[in-house]
């Protein structure tokens, strides 16, 4: 057994991070207030703490509501490099058209130096009581390589954001964002950019009504468990593909 923190500081709309009671883990304990409870979770693999507690409302908890969580702090601008270009070479076009990926849905940069299709990561906010809304502000991006030299993704920057395309209460959760733009005819895309959910990005996923994880079936035990870690604060489903969402978009939509 393990003992909760009381919460009695924890103001509305603000989010701690501490040392898990339960497993000892080095901040991997984070509990947010809203409407007067208080969800938590431990994020280190193996621990099972979390869950929701409802606290006694009193004026000294609504007086912060202009506190905002760590997704909503202003990150560092990122700077588009000199050797990005908005002109598209045939053989980055051949790889949107052999991959489903509609390049009037996002804009897409290439990456002249590194010979990479770019997907720029747009700031996040989560507003309280509406879905992720993407800004126009540009924080990060992540390119897949056209040639076969080099890792196949890289990460431009360090902003911790998923990359999102599309605007429905309809939630995809994929790996990679060429993936995320092709699933986004169904819903909204969202890509992980990687097979993990970290705090940062579970606080947006569960601002969408309807979650559906979808990962390939060698992925499906870390599928399932990340779908009843975001099950826990919205509705979700799990999607175990049979092929890449990027070569069959509509695989991800419920037989």
């Excluded at 052999?98 to 996002?106: A, F, G, L, P, S």
């Excluded at 906010?125 to 502000?137: D, E, Y």
């Amino acid at each position: 057994m393990y003992d909760l923190p009381e919460f009695d500081d924890l103001m509305e709309y603000q989010k701690i991070r501490i040392n898990c009671p339960s497993c000892g883990g080095i901040k991997t304990f984070t509990a947010t207030r809203t409407d007067g409870i208080i969800l938590y979770n431990c994020y280190k693999a193996g621990c099972n703490v979390s869950g929701k507690k409802r606290m006694l409302s009193s004026s000294r908890y609504i007086r912060q509501k202009s506190i905002t969580l760590p997704t909503q702090e202003k990150k560092q601008d990122f700077k588009i490099p000199d050797h990005f270009s908005v002109y598209l070479p045939k053989k980055m076009l051949k790889y949107c058209n052999e991959n489903n990926i509609d390049t009037n849905k996002i804009q897409l940069y290439h990456d002249v130096k590194l010979d990479r299709a770019v997907f720029p990561i747009f700031d996040i906010k989560t507003n309280q009581g509406s879905l992720p809304i993407v800004t126009p502000r540009i924080v990060d991006a992540v390119g897949r390589s056209l040639s076969k030299y080099g890792a196949k993704w890289h990460r431009y920057a360090d902003s911790g954001l998923p990359f999102i395309c599309g605007n429905s209460e309809t939630c995809y959760v994929v790996e990679d964002s060429a993936s995320a733009v092709a699933v986004s005819q169904h819903g909204t895309g969202l890509a992980l950019l990687g097979t993990n959910l970290s705090n940062e990005v579970l606080d947006i996923v569960v601002k969408y009504p309807y979650v559906i994880v979808c990962l390939d079936k060698d992925a499906s035990s870390k599928a399932i468990r990340m779908k009843n870690r975001i099950a826990q604060f919205t509705r979700a489903n799990v999607k175990l593909l049979e092929v890449d969402p990027k070569e069959n978009p509509k695989g991800v939509l419920n037989d």
